[in-house]
């Protein structure tokens, strides 16, 4: 979550096909059989980069994961379903982050750095 915050904050004029494109990416790196030649977006595979370093450090269930962004997927189409031309998917996702975690969202804007350093929000 982080991780796509940190990278679609710092863009202007981000659509909803683009998250779905980058957790399209997450999910077919995670994905046990590879496909040769497929890649995705560059925000895809920029987040897929920081994440992997991120899962080095702080390893999940891959099986979960999937899961978890099949169900992502799912929800992003449902609630935006004309994804490929609206921002409201990514709008509500941006606002929910900066209010359920301003003091993380201040700290990454004020190190200026283009990394988080965890997957999930500190509970509150």
Do not use: C
Not at 30 to 45: D, F, H
Request: charged share 25%; glycine share 8%.
């Amino acid at each position: 979550d982080n991780l796509f915050y940190v990278h679609f904050s710092r863009r202007s004029g981000g659509q909803d096909w683009e998250v779905l494109s980058a957790l399209g990416e997450i999910r077919r790196q995670l994905s046990p059989v590879t496909i040769p030649g497929v890649s995705g977006l560059a925000a895809g595979e920029e987040i897929w980069k920081d994440l992997k370093a991120i899962l080095d450090q702080q390893p999940i269930d891959l099986e979960m994961g999937r899961r978890v962004l099949d169900k992502l997927l799912e929800n992003l189409k449902a609630f935006s379903p004309d994804y490929h031309h609206s921002n409201r998917f990514l709008t509500g996702f941006l606002g929910y982050v900066e209010s359920a975690a301003p003091e993380m969202v201040e700290k990454l804007k004020q190190s200026r750095s283009r990394e988080a350093t965890s997957l999930i929000f500190p509970a509150r």
